[in-house]
């Protein structure tokens, strides 16, 4: 079946603009998490939602980050105002979510997005 | 959570057999050990997953040892194609789990 998949590819914005970072799970997969890779790292934790809301958001740097799934399903990654620093490339996982593990995370392509 | 080392690179040739030792002294008793693999402008791709002893699946192996506190993925014959970064993560032990990466093992396979 279809994995995860995220639009845009790629975004270029400049500085102190507003971007919106879409992502479509698996089909079924009630539980959806975000990260954010920087060059030469490994994926970093931003948050992850159960069904509609957002069980975990711990990992979010300041309230110019924001995110949405107010389906269950889509999910949108919100940056107000933003700065060269959240240049990265950031990463959807959805998992079925079930209870039962392991809740094995499947991972999309992920929108590089630059802030000139 | 758990904290994993392992190497931060490896280099190999075509069709060898290539084996990443990741160390997870503190894996807690419900956790499963996962493994990834990432190529370059792409997300990471699931591999393998275990909790005990010898898991094989099309893809690769992962043998994990009666004590859990480290754990090894053999890629059988490796290609030009396996060259990436492969990443060993312990969790998973509850309906939800975030993950934390480390920075992985980079594996360089040249012909």
């Known amino acids: 079946g279809a994995g995860v998949s995220q639009t845009p590819s790629n975004k270029v914005t400049e500085k102190g603009k507003y971007v919106e970072l879409r992502c479509d799970p698996i089909?079924?997969?009630?539980?959806l998490y975000w990260y954010r890779q920087s060059l030469g790292q490994g994926p970093e934790f931003l948050i992850y939602?159960?069904?509609?809301?957002?069980?975990?958001d711990s990992g979010l740097p300041n309230d110019r980050f924001f995110a949405v799934r107010p389906e269950g399903s889509v999910s949108t990654l919100k940056i107000q105002r933003t700065e060269r620093g959240d240049s990265a490339v950031y990463l959807c996982?959805?998992?079925?979510?079930?209870?039962?593990?392991?809740?094995?995370?499947?991972f999309g392509p992920g929108t590089r997005l630059t802030v000139l | 959570l758990a904290k994993t080392t392992q190497p931060i690179s490896m280099d190999s040739y075509e069709g060898q057999e290539v084996n990443i030792t990741c160390s997870h002294n503190?894996?807690?008793?419900?956790?499963?050990i996962t493994w990834y693999q990432q190529f370059p402008s792409q997300g990471p791709r699931f591999i393998i997953q275990?909790?005990?002893t010898k898991v094989t699946n099309e893809v690769a192996s992962l043998f994990i040892p009666a004590d859990r506190k480290s754990s090894t993925l053999s890629l059988p014959r490796v290609s030009l194609s396996d060259t990436a970064v492969y990443y060993c993560?312990?969790?998973?032990?509850?309906?939800?789990?975030?993950?934390?990466f480390g920075k992985g093992t980079m594996l360089l396979v040249s012909p």
């Open positions: 996982a959805s998992s079925p979510g079930t209870g039962v593990p392991p809740d094995t995370q499947y």
């Open positions: 089909s079924g997969h009630t539980a």
């Open positions: 939602f159960q069904g509609t809301g957002a069980a975990d």
């Open positions: 503190n894996i807690a008793t419900n956790d499963y």
């Open positions: 275990g909790y005990k």
């Open positions: 993560l312990v969790g998973l032990n509850s309906g939800y789990s975030t993950l934390t």
